[in-house]
């Protein structure tokens, strides 16, 4: 069941990599306290890196009762690194809601940015300086992109996307509408 509100329910927010960046907020701990870490998909095959990615998602959803998954919005260069981000990103999406969580949702990559250091293109060494100076300790920018996705959605629920549910395309020139 889908929460009422956007922050009612536990929240995980990913960054998703070989080595994964990951923020949980359960609101029945304290309303600004979360935990944050990262996770290593280390394989040498995409399919076993996906495999430890559903296992690790399903595990913290199920462990945790997470309502609400926010993954960063994959954006690669180069054909192997997109491939592994929509990957990581669409089996994320799936161990979610077999685990049980009501949504997943995308956020893209220059909105913590944007929200924390008022700049959509800040560097990695300004966002890691930005979430160390809110009082967290990011081991990796993975980990400091998971908290500042977190915490933007804390911010504003609605900067987030649905990643699921009915897709609208524009009809092609020439197509009827059916």
Known sequence: MIPASPLDGAILALD???????????????????????????????????????????????????????????????????????????????????????????INVQTPKRVLTGRGHASKEEMIATITALGFTPGTDHEADAIGLLLAYMEDPTCAKATSGAIKRSPRKGRAKK
């Open 16 to 106: 998703l990599a070989e080595n994964a960046g990951w923020a949980l907020w359960v609101p029945a701990d304290h309303p600004m306290i979360f935990a944050h870490g990262t996770e290593h998909f280390a394989g040498h095959s995409f399919a076993r890196r996906f495999s430890k990615c559903h296992s690790f998602v399903s595990g913290m959803v199920a462990r945790h009762k997470i309502c609400t998954v926010l993954i960063e919005k994959p954006f690669h260069r180069g054909e192997a690194a997109t491939r592994a981000g929509w990957g990581f990103a669409g089996v994320a999406e799936a161990a979610a809601s077999a685990a049980g969580a009501a949504r997943s949702l995308l």
